[in-house]
């Protein structure tokens, strides 16, 4: 299943430009965000400007419920993104996720011309092929270099580099009239600019000139802390919505394809088998099932959705006075429905059963490494799992927080309150493993005021100040630190065995809250085919394996090729990094393997590089 990202061509026709994964539009590229395709750059459009034809609904109760606590009570579904079948040649018909050009300011490469694209008539858009829509792209209609070329041979106009962002979420075109004419209330009545690069040791050579009136500037003058001094106040632009609000906040320049542009607020959730009793599935489709008017409808639309197919050999009139009972006491127990996703996941995961599976959910415990019964209590094989993720909003500039759904600085995706949001599904496998939680409690209360945690606590503390955010006591440093060293140490191993790269094989951290801590880490690959994945990944719990993978990475973890400076890391005053000896070459992981963007790393917590007691490990 394919998303079509769309546009309107300068006609007002729209287009269809090419294709993306539907958990592409939610992870990396969703709405808000600005997409590089071979021919042109966009950004996605926001949700109410989407087709719901062809969007299909996301059954996940738990993180339903999840998203409306961040978002509001009016989301009523999940839904993947609207894909085109493209079996028809109409193209108002057909589906797709609305995009539109951006930056609006493009650069012929032959004649170094840098114009908009309002008003139409300058640039104009092209298709080779109805078959190929990867090969649309720009032209520049007037070029006075190509006057003699067919316009599907001419070359592709290329997007102007540069964009301008505020604090505030807002982004622009970066304004290249104003700039280059000094911010002049009246610049030369007719401006013609040009934008031309040249090679210099001594800083970024990108000039923009006017052949008006010959005004040149180097963009290098809005770069640094003071650029924004040479740029005009921000208009409150949200390209996605196509509105303005009321702002004029400094402005950033920004750089096309910038990685802190775009980080979509996103919430995950596994797949839990309910219970088998007619009452837990009629409250986990309460949304659809407490809409029905009788039992007669109530057996139609069982037989018509596999989702119910729990209830299929349940009496009509059984499951009508359920429905009738949880209807009179309100609706189902709120209480029924876990706030904290992780916490519900914890315990089917460290006590599994064969009385919670279905088909896509399997946990089967099996016997520990040899020799690690210090460290790992219990692994669990998960053969099948199934992982719904759903986007909530975005932030640009600065990234959110660990699991935080609702940053100060988070942008809708909807002029209007959302009721859907997108999502999508994929099948895998994984392994989990339980650490002992009193030798683990019994370790971060004696290390507590180590320095080196200590120096972490204190740039956690910098780090909070700084992004305006309240400082957060109660977390645990030392467990995490642990968790999450030990998880990104098995991850570089075992995407060396397992037959999957190390950017798809992802973590989930339990660490729990102060009253009710817990210990594990979920380590899984998930594809989204139907079928899920192949059990190479699972193959390596099995204790002959994951005795080989324990040793070759803590084998690894004792040195590191930046050593000493890895290995003698610790954040000082007035530094805010959260990581102490760990680095690209020994812990760092791809942004969609880790969870807390490469923060909270220290390998002298699993093996002893300090020499005074600090490693968990003898």
């Known amino acids: 299943m394919t998303a079509v990202p769309r546009t309107t061509s300068v006609k007002g026709q729209p287009s269809r430009i090419g294709g993306a994964r539907p958990s592409h539009l939610v992870t990396t590229g969703g709405v808000g965000s600005v997409v590089d395709l071979p021919g042109m750059s966009v950004v996605v459009r926001g949700t109410d400007t989407w087709g719901l034809e062809r969007a299909e609904v996301v059954d996940e109760p738990r993180l339903l419920e999840k998203v409306r606590q961040a978002l509001g009570p009016q989301v009523k579904a999940l839904r993947t993104a609207p894909w085109d079948p493209q079996d028809s040649d109409d193209p108002w018909t057909r589906t797709g996720v609305p995009v539109s050009p951006f930056p609006r300011w493009l650069r012929c490469p032959r004649c170094f011309r840098l114009g908009p694209l309002d008003p139409p008539g300058q640039f104009e858009l092209v298709h080779r092929s109805g078959r190929r829509p990867d090969l649309a792209k720009w032209v520049h209609a007037t070029c006075q270099q190509q006057t003699q070329v067919r316009d599907v041979r001419k070359r592709a106009c290329l997007p102007a580099r540069f964009l301008v962002a505020c604090e505030a979420g807002h982004v622009d075109d970066f304004p290249y009239v104003d700039f280059v004419h000094h911010g ?15 090679a210099s040791t001594l800083g970024p050579r990108v000039n923009v000139r006017c052949l008006e009136c010959q005004a040149s500037r180097n963009v290098a003058d809005a770069a640094g802390r003071d650029g924004w001094e040479n740029l005009p106040a921000c208009r409150g632009r949200h390209p996605h919505l196509q509105r303005f609000e009321t702002c004029g906040r400094p402005l950033k320049l920004m750089v096309l394809g ?8 996103t919430a995950s959730a596994l797949h839990l088998p309910q219970g088998q009793t007619t009452a837990d599935i009629v409250g986990a489709h309460w949304e659809l099932l407490g ?4 039992a007669t409808v109530v057996q139609t639309v069982i037989d018509g959705m596999d989702v119910l197919r729990g209830l299929r050999t349940v009496p009509g009139e059984e499951i009508w006075a359920v429905v009738e009972k949880v209807r009179a006491q309100g609706g189902p127990d709120a209480e029924e429905v876990d706030s904290d996703l992780l916490a519900a996941e914890w315990r089917l995961l460290s006590h599994p059963t064969t009385d919670r599976e279905d088909d896509d959910f399997r946990a089967v415990p099996t016997v520990g490494p040899t020799g690690y019964e210090h ?17 909530l909003g975005f932030t640009r500039l600065s990234a959110p927080d660990r699991r935080e759904l609702a940053p100060r600085n988070r942008l809708s995706l909807s002029r209007a309150a959302p009721t859907w949001v997108p999502a999508f599904e994929q099948r895998g496998e994984g392994i989990f493993l339980e650490l002992p939680e009193q030798r683990v ?12 945690i200590a120096a972490l606590r204190h740039a956690f503390a910098r780090w909070s100040t700084n992004r305006a955010r309240p400082v957060d006591q109660a977390f645990p440093v030392a467990r995490y630190l642990l968790l999450h060293t030990l998880s990104h140490l098995l991850i570089r191993q075992v995407a060396l065995e397992c037959g999957y790269g190390s950017s798809s094989i992802r973590e989930r951290l339990y660490v729990g809250t102060p009253a009710d801590p817990a210990s594990g880490i979920l380590l899984s690959t998930a594809a989204s085919d139907s079928e899920g994945t192949l059990g190479g990944l699972v193959a390596l719990g099995e204790p002959q394996h994951l005795t080989r993978l324990l040793d070759q990475a803590f084998d690894d973890a004792r040195r590191c090729s930046s050593d000493p400076l890895c290995a003698e890391h610790v954040p000082q005053d007035p530094s805010e990094t959260l990581h102490a000896a760990s680095c690209h070459a020994c812990l760092f992981a791809s942004e969609t393997s880790c969870e807390a963007n490469n923060r909270w ?6 093996v002893d590089l300090t020499g005074d007691g600090l490693a968990f490990l003898p």
Do not use: Y
């Open 601 to 606: 790393l220290d390998r002298a917590v699993l």
């Open 258 to 265: 910038a990685s802190n542009l775009w980080f979509g607020v």
């Open 184 to 198: 002049r209330e009246q610049p030369c009545p007719g401006p013609k600019l040009t934008m031309r690069d040249s």
């Open 441 to 452: 409690r019994d370790w971060s209360d004696a290390v507590t005021d180590h320095p080196r």
């Open 375 to 391: 460290l790992i209590e219990q692994v669990v094989l998960v053969s099948r799992l199934r992982e719904v993720q759903a986007l």
């Open 291 to 294: 809409q029905l008017p009788n």
